[in-house]
């Protein structure tokens, strides 16, 4: 997988296409694969943990909403306003 991006337009491009072509594998999955395909999570080619595909697939949907809460939360002392995420926020024009 290329991690390198020429810009924002270009990450965003590779986001969606990535996203597109994960949608398209996970239609073809079953209650067995899902439940029963045992993953890997690899991190510098050693195994994390392993778990069955709808149990990694929970673990990445949570990180990511974790992950997105953090870099949210950060924006404030950094000068910027925070996103209406879940919401009119303290900083959107609809909270004051």
Known sequence: ME???????????????SSANLESRLKNVDEATWAGTKTQFLVDDHVHFEAPLG??????????????????SYLRPMGGRHPDIYGPSGDSEASH
Not at 56 to 70: E, P, S, V
């Open 55 to 72: 149990f990694t697939a929970w673990i990445l949907l949570f990180d990511i909403i974790h992950h997105r809460g953090q870099l949210s």
């Open 3 to 17: 991690l390198s991006f020429s810009g924002s337009a270009d990450a965003v491009a590779k986001m969606k296409q």
